[in-house]
C-alpha cells in the first residue's frame, strides 16, 4: 500500500470501532429489517430472484450482505481492508446463521478467483477510496461471471461540494466537482483522503472495463445523515446518490462449422 492508503486504512480502523461499539444495535437492525433502501431493493429484485453468488466490495459493517441473503442471494463474500469491520460483520452473520463470509483485503486486487460472482454489489461510501477506477472496474468484471452484473448504489459525486447549512443549499468554495480528492473533514476524518471522480469518469471506467451499461440514475436523498444535522441540501433540489447497473456480456456462441 503506498503512504495515502495506508492512513485511510488506519482512519477506517479506527472509525469501524462504531461497528463493534453498536454491536447489538447492527445485530438487531439485521435481525429485523433490511439495510437496503427503495431504490436498491427496486433495481435488485430480479437480480436476487435467480440465488446469486454475491461478491461484495468494501462490505464494511456487512448488514448489507444479511440483507442481501435475505432477500435472495445464495451467499455472500465481503471484502473490506478494516479488520475491525470484517470481523464484527463474520460475528454477525454467524450468529444469525447466514451465509457471508468476509476477507480482509485492499482493493482492487480482490483475493478471489476469476468469474466467481454472478453478482457484484458495493457503493455507500465505497468509491471514495479508490484512487484508481480504472483498476477498480476491471477487478470488478474480473470477478463476473459471463452475463453477471456489477451493482453500484453510491453517494453522488457531487456531495463534496455540498455545504451542510440548514436554511439553503450552497456549494463549498473549498471543494471543485474536478478535483482529484479532499481531506475528510467529517466521518470518518482523522485525516483521510477521499477520491474524487465525476460521474462521467465512473461510467466510462465500467465502459472501458468491458460492462455493458443498462441503467444510471440519480437520487436526490443521501444514503447516509449524520445524527443531530438537517442540511438543505438533502432536501430534494440536488443530486445527492446514484445508481448504477451493468452486466458482463454474455460468452460468445462458437462460431459455426462452415458448410461443406
Given at each position: 500500500?503506498d503512504r495515502?492508503?495506508r ?5 477506517w480502523?479506527?472509525?469501524?470501532q ?8 447492527l445485530?438487531d437492525?439485521a435481525?429485523?429489517g433490511?439495510s437496503l433502501?427503495a ?7 430480479p437480480l436476487?430472484?435467480?440465488?446469486p453468488?454475491?461478491v461484495?466490495?468494501?462490505?464494511g ?10 432477500a435472495?442471494a445464495?451467499r455472500v ?6 479488520e ?6 463474520q460475528?454477525r ?16 486486487g ?11 454489489y ?11 477506477l480504472?483498476?477498480w472496474a476491471r ?8 452475463s ?18 440548514p436554511?439553503e ?5 473549498d471543494?471543485?466537482?474536478?478535483a ?7 466521518f470518518?476524518?482523522n ?10 469518469e465512473i ?5 472501458s ?6 441503467h ?13 444535522v438537517?442540511?438543505a441540501?438533502w ?11 451493468a ?5 460468445a456462441?462458437?462460431t ?5
Amino acid at each position: 500500500m503506498d503512504r495515502r492508503t495506508r492512513h485511510n486504512r488506519a482512519a477506517w480502523e479506527t472509525a469501524s470501532q462504531k461497528h463493534v461499539r453498536e454491536y447489538q444495535e447492527l445485530l438487531d437492525e439485521a435481525r429485523d429489517g433490511s439495510s437496503l433502501v427503495a431504490r436498491e431493493e427496486e433495481l435488485l429484485r430480479p437480480l436476487l430472484a435467480s440465488a446469486p453468488t454475491v461478491v461484495h466490495l468494501q462490505s464494511g459493517h456487512g448488514l448489507d450482505d444479511v440483507a442481501l441473503v435475505t432477500a435472495g442471494a445464495r451467499r455472500v463474500v465481503g471484502i473490506d481492508f478494516s479488520e475491525v469491520a470484517a470481523t464484527a460483520a463474520q460475528r454477525r452473520a454467524d450468529e444469525l446463521d447466514v451465509a457471508c463470509r468476509y476477507l480482509i483485503a485492499a482493493l482492487p486486487g480482490a483475493p478471489l478467483r476469476d468469474g466467481c460472482a454472478d453478482l457484484v454489489y458495493t457503493g455507500k461510501g465505497a468509491l471514495i477510496w479508490m484512487p484508481d477506477l480504472g483498476a477498480w472496474a476491471r477487478d470488478a468484471a474480473r470477478l463476473l461471471r459471463p452475463s453477471g452484473h456489477l451493482f453500484v448504489y453510491e453517494s453522488h459525486p457531487m456531495v463534496p461540494l455540498w455545504a451542510w447549512d440548514p436554511d439553503e443549499p450552497r456549494i463549498r468554495p473549498d471543494r471543485s466537482y474536478f478535483a482529484r480528492g479532499h481531506v475528510n473533514d467529517t466521518f470518518p476524518a482523522n485525516g483521510a483522503t477521499e477520491w474524487q471522480a465525476t460521474l462521467g469518469e465512473i461510467i466510462n471506467a465500467v465502459i472501458s472495463a468491458g460492462l455493458q451499461i443498462l441503467h444510471v440514475a440519480e437520487y436526490p436523498e443521501p444514503f447516509w445523515r449524520p445524527g443531530g444535522v438537517d442540511a438543505a441540501a438533502w432536501r430534494g433540489q440536488l443530486p445527492n446518490t446514484f445508481a448504477l447497473l451493468a452486466r458482463q456480456p454474455p460468452t460468445a456462441p462458437p462460431t459455426a462449422a462452415p458448410p461443406r
